[in-house]
């Protein structure tokens, strides 16, 4: 029977996640979480079933540590609502999920991982698509320009900077991935259409 300890369950994802950027999902064993978690051996088995449990559970961590607090998702409400506003908060996301390279380097190879598991893809394809509904929500309902397609867009646009930025930093320097977030913004306002995202 699994255990419960929700602190421990968290620390032991949080060794996944180490283990998944560092190492790859080939990778990831249970022996190598409770390395990285510094408990005893076996440990990581006694909270998750299985690796394919251990999978599925660090694809929601990765999430839960992502997720905005309160005092950030307030600031979307504040000043005008303009384009200079949904810039700022593209840099903020940018920097925020920059700030976790553990995740968003594991987030990937979970997502490789998934092309062999269908389960996993399951789950990542309900919380990736409850993140994208989440931030068009928001989006929309704190009257930023912009519709549900250049949320999409952007979040798209973005993952892929994110990207480049960790996997390879001297690609584009701090000032030119700057400039393209607000280039990005600029044109996808500049060019909105109506047509509905699905």
């Known amino acids: 029977m699994a ?32 390395q990285r978690a510094a408990v005893p051996a076996g440990t990581a088995s006694n909270y998750f079933a299985n690796r394919d449990a ?8 990765v ?15 504040e000043g005008p609502r303009d384009a200079a506003r949904v810039t700022a908060l593209m840099h903020q996301v940018v920097d925020r999920v920059a ?4 995740g968003f380097l594991a ?8 092309l062999r598991r269908p389960e996993l893809r399951e789950v ?3 919380r990736i698509g409850e993140d994208i509904r989440f931030n068009t929500d928001y989006h929309l309902a704190t009257g930023l320009p912009g519709d549900a397609t250049t949320v999409q867009l952007l979040i798209l646009a973005l993952n892929w900077l994110i990207l480049e930025r960790l996997t390879l930093p001297d690609l ?9 977030v607000d280039a990005l913004v600029a ?12």
């Open 3 to 34: 255990r419960s300890n929700p602190e421990r369950r968290a620390a032991l994802l949080d060794a996944a996640l180490e283990v998944l950027a560092e190492e790859g999902a080939r990778g990831l064993t249970f022996r190598a979480v409770d």
């Open 187 to 198: 044109r996808l306002l500049a060019g909105e259409n109506t047509t509905p995202a699905n």
């Open 172 to 180: 584009f320097g701090a000032e030119h991935r700057t400039a393209l």
């Open 54 to 61: 251990l999978l599925a559970q660090c694809a929601n961590r």
């Open 107 to 114: 987030l990937l190879e979970l997502r490789l991982a998934a």
């Open 99 to 102: 700030a976790f390279p553990t």
């Open 63 to 77: 999430y839960e540590r992502l997720e905005p607090d309160a005092d950030t998702l307030a600031q979307g409400l």
């Open 124 to 126: 990542l394809t309900r």
